[in-house]
T-cell receptor
């Protein structure tokens, strides 16, 4: 079955710097890759997603890139702000079913 | 628009007591429904998922059970709680139609077994 790895497990950046979180997946049939942000005591919220027919997608300060050949995808956050501090989860799925989540990355943005 | 509700938000229960967490989804029909558990500072562990009324698949053996009595209602239960059942429980849903439909989470329920 699918296996999703996520690195790093913790990440600290200075406010205004960029943050990059990388995920790798094992099943080449996976074709949908969402990213979630989870604030303390709340459920994960979708922040951006990418499908396998697209190499990059951007939404304001957040972007996701996908390399199907290498089977990895990354979340890029630019101009980080303290409110970006949270746990981020990546996931891989096939046709929006059978979601497999990465273990999460705790991002701390230091003022 | 679709919304998901789960309750209660927090729960403190003694060991050996029963549990019932409820989840409902509005604004969609025939969704896939999920229960996840998250231990403190840990990742998401899939407990149960359901593709339809009365259809429940269990991912891990445990003293928990799930039921789906109605199309948009998902219930997580236990007859006798263990200390190890403490955690953050998340209900989620996804659509069966279309490609690349994401999974949406509720706000979660904190369970502390004492």
């Amino acid at each position: 079955g699918e296996n999703v790895e996520q690195h790093p497990s913790t990440l600290s950046v200075q406010e205004g710097d960029s943050a990059v979180i990388k995920c790798t997946y094992s099943d080449s049939a996976s074709n949908y890759f969402p990213w979630y942000k989870q604030e303390l005591g709340k459920g994960p919220q979708l922040i951006i997603d990418i499908r396998s027919n697209v190499g990059e997608k951007k939404d304001q300060r957040i972007a996701v890139t996908l390399n199907k050949t290498a089977k990895h995808f990354s979340l890029h956050i630019t101009e980080t702000q303290p409110e970006d501090s949270a746990v981020y989860f990546c996931a891989a799925s096939i046709l929006g079913q059978n979601f497999v989540f990465g273990p999460g990355t705790r991002l701390s943005v230091l003022p | 628009s679709q919304t998901i509700h789960q309750w209660p938000a927090t729960l403190v229960q003694p060991v050996g007591s029963p549990l019932s967490l409820e989840c409902t989804v509005e604004g969609t029909s025939n969704p896939n429904l999920y229960w996840y558990r998250q231990a403190a500072g840990r990742g998401l562990q899939l407990l149960f998922y359901s593709v339809g009324i009365g259809q429940i698949s269990s991912e891990v053996p445990q003293n928990l059970s799930a039921s789906r009595p109605q199309d948009r209602q998902f219930i997580l239960s236990s007859k006798k709680l263990l200390l190890s059942d403490s955690g953050f429980y998340l209900c989620a849903w996804s659509s069966k139609t279309g490609l690349g439909n994401t999974i949406y989470f509720g706000e979660g329920s904190w369970l502390t077994v004492v």
